[in-house]
């Protein structure tokens, strides 16, 4: 694949691995989790985002959605040949030479661009540039093999650790998740990311079963993502209904609760990432 669909290059960044960090988002995922804040990404086509407010109040202004001064419609993707992304984080390399920082793939879900994330990687490492990436897993395990290989981090998503539960609410099986991981963990460099989402990934079995999985491969590193419902606007602007809008947000509380199993199971635990 010579160009990647990417709907989002994020600068200054401190979360997602090491320093200073540009986060490349690829847009596609197989994936459909009911929590997703960031809905754009899961199509592997550009979208167009409708702010059905402003659409009322400023459609006599726009001329078209690429010449909308107003912020009404919001093209999600941009086709990016090679040279052209390293040309867009190579702006940063000073931050990254200075933070000990470098490029973070994110998604999304880099396994569905996987050939050209591999180049990328490899004309990254050819810069010097540290790199992680983001991955929830549920990809072609060959596609992974070679990516870890020019990988320095893998931020790596466990959620439903049950299959027949994963297959029916994430429209995907966490048996394809767990042997990726291992494969993940096996490279070294793993931290898991927990989304926290209740009523779904909460569940004493399913916490149980990330503790064992995560214990057999040697990976003791853990943040947990509590569920919060910033994306929920997204949906709007695409035309879907975004499910869990009678969610309750966890407590303070209840997230240090989910924070002291995994920290007596052995794990060094954060909140957030």
Not at 117 to 130: D, S, T, W
């Amino acid at each position: 694949m010579n160009k990647a669909l990417i709907f989002n290059i994020q600068r200054y960044s401190l979360n997602d691995g090491s320093g200073i960090r540009t986060m490349v988002f690829f847009k596609g995922c197989r994936l459909r989790c009911p929590w997703c804040s960031n809905p754009e990404s899961q199509s592997s086509k550009i979208e167009i985002m409708i702010n059905k407010e402003k659409k009322k109040k400023y459609e006599q202004y726009v001329g078209s959605v690429d010449e909308d001064p107003t912020g009404t419609y919001e093209k999600s993707g941009k086709w990016y040949k090679l040279d052209e992304l390293m040309k867009e984080v190579l702006k940063d390399e000073v931050f990254f030479n200075a933070s000990k920082g470098g490029v973070t793939l994110s998604g999304g879900e880099i396994l569905e661009q996987g050939e050209f994330v591999l180049e990328f990687l490899k004309e990254l490492k050819e810069h010097g540039i540290n790199t992680a990436v983001e991955t929830c897993g549920y990809g072609e395990k060959e596609v992974l093999e070679e990516i870890l290989k020019y990988t320095d981090t893998v931020l790596f998503d466990l959620k439903i650790m049950d299959n027949e539960r994963s297959k029916k609410i994430l429209i995907g099986a966490s048996d394809i998740i767990k042997e990726n991981f291992r494969k993940a963990a096996a490279a070294g460099k793993v931290i898991v990311r927990f989304p926290y989402i209740p009523g779904y990934t909460d569940d004493m079995e399913n916490l149980k079963k990330i503790s064992e999985l995560m214990k057999e491969c040697s990976v003791y590193n853990l943040d947990i993502l509590p569920y919060h419902n910033y994306g929920s606007k997204k949906y709007e602007y695409l035309n879907r209904k975004y499910l869990l809008e009678d969610l309750k947000i966890p407590t303070d509380e209840e997230t240090e609760n989910i924070k002291k199993f995994f920290e007596k199971e052995g794990f060094i635990v954060n909140i957030g990432g």
